[in-house]
């Protein structure tokens, strides 16, 4: 019973250094970056934001295919999205690149649009890899660690 309290301490602990790794600097960055892309266009946050997230999840494959590597490195891997400004800033450009693009009697709609797929996407998005895991793994004899 010990052993498990001191575990269920350090994930915490360490869920404490990931969320300050991958907030601290987009609360610095969030200040400029809007102004900047008014300045320089929105689709270069884009695609900055997206290879960061692309980067990020090579970080976290590679330290599941290096299971011996600590644990710390996991923290490297919010590093490129915290750059990058973070998912506000990303976000930010959405909502900014849809005003940009959208006359104003349509704007209301193509937010709500844009809010419900996100929405959809995010509640459907575990039970659904749930479903496809299983299924691949009763299929190809995937197994779950």
Same mark, same amino acid.
Not at 1 to 10: E, G, T, V
Not at 102 to 117: K, Q
């Given at each position: 019973?010990?052993?498990?309290? @001191? @575990?269920? @301490?350090?994930v915490a602990q360490f869920?404490?250094?990931?969320?300050l790794v991958a907030n601290v600097l987009p609360i610095f960055f969030s200040f400029y970056l809007g102004a900047w892309c008014d300045l320089f266009g929105r689709k270069l946050l884009f695609k900055v934001y997206l290879t960061s997230r692309i980067l990020e999840q090579l970080v976290v494959v590679g330290c !599941?295919?290096?299971l011996t590597s600590p644990k710390e490195y996991l923290?490297? !891997? %919010?590093?490129?999205?915290?750059f990058a400004g973070g998912f506000g800033v990303y976000i930010m450009a959405v909502t900014a690149f849809l005003?940009?693009?959208?006359?104003?009697?349509?704007? !209301?709609?193509?937010?709500?649009? %844009?809010?419900? !797929?996100?929405?959809?996407g995010r509640t459907s998005a575990p039970p659904l890899g749930a479903y496809i895991f299983t299924t691949l793994s009763k299929s190809h004899g995937l197994k779950s660690m």
């Open positions: 019973m010990r052993s498990l309290i @001191f @575990f269920l @301490f350090q869920g404490v250094y990931k969320t !599941a295919y290096f923290l490297f !891997a %919010n590093l490129p999205t915290a005003a940009d693009i959208s006359p104003p009697d349509t704007l !209301a709609f193509r937010l709500g649009m %844009n809010h419900l !797929a996100s929405s959809v």
